[in-house]
T-cell receptor, first 111, second 111 residues
Framework: DAMVIQNPRYQVTQFGKPVTLSCSQT?????MYWYQQKSSQAPKLLFH???????NEADTPDNFQSRRPNTSFCFLDIRSPGLGDAAMYLC??????????FGPGTRLTVT | RKEVEQDPGPFNVPEGATVAFNCTYS??????FFWYRQDCRKEPKLLMS???SGNEDGRFTAQLNRASQYISLLIRDSKLSDSATYLC????????????FGTGTSLTVIP
């Protein structure tokens, strides 16, 4: 089945230790998104790629970076995780402005 | 003003009841509308897109009112399995590929 896959599902990292979260998709969608979601809040868009074009949200901290080496893969790098970065990180894809499909998320814990 | 606003609830309804959620959006250029369902600690899943003429999928009916800039979701004959958070999502032509999320409406169906 076509789908959005995120790895790992659970990630524990130490304060300040860089971490990379990955997302892959078999839907061949041209847009990929990274969201941060904290408990009882709506997903917050960090950035998205439209094909190879990177679009950063104005309030996304510099601590968060992303890479999209090809259509299928997208990575979220957190250079120096703080306690406030503990959250669920959701990857999503869409075909232009059609509906989004989400991966299962990576739950990040910062110790 | 938020792009998308929803009543957070919670809505607690008995099995078999009919429940309706509303969502308002601020950008009159919005063109794509969706309802997503999110279970606790899981990713959002597309429930249905909302079309101008309104659309129905089994017990679920979605309506769009462009003049008043709101969308609605009606759930008939509520089941225990309908308990979740329902997210209203809007995409606007003039904001590229960004999707705006409401904070979600919590529904609990009680036996």
């Amino acid at each position: 089945d076509a789908m959005v896959i995120q790895n790992p599902r659970y990630q524990v990292t130490q304060f300040g230790k860089p971490v990379t979260l990955s997302c892959s998709q078999t839907l061949n969608h041209n847009v990929m998104y990274w969201y941060q979601q904290k408990s009882s809040q709506a997903p917050k868009l960090l950035f998205h790629y439209y094909d190879k074009d990177f679009n950063n949200e104005a309030d996304t901290p510099d601590n968060f970076q992303s890479r999209r080496p090809n259509t299928s893969f997208c990575f979220l790098d957190i250079r120096s995780p703080g306690l406030g970065d503990a959250a669920m990180y959701l990857c999503a894809t869409s075909n232009d402005r059609n509906e989004q499909y989400f991966g299962p998320g990576t739950r990040l814990t910062v110790t | 003003r938020k792009e998308v606003e929803q009543d957070p609830g919670p809505f607690n309804v008995p099995e078999g009841a009919t429940v309706a959620f509303n969502c308002t959006y601020s950008n009159s250029a919005s063109q794509s509308f969706f309802w997503y369902r999110q279970d606790c600690r899981k990713e959002p899943k597309l429930l249905m897109s909302v079309y101008s003429s309104g659309n129905e999928d089994g017990r679920f009916t979605a309506q769009l009112n462009r003049a008043s800039q709101y969308i609605s979701l009606l759930i008939r004959d509520s089941k225990l399995s309908d308990s979740a958070t329902y997210l209203c999502v809007v995409n606007s032509r003039n904001t590229g590929n960004q999707f705006y999320f409401g904070t979600g409406t919590s529904l609990t169906v009680i036996p």
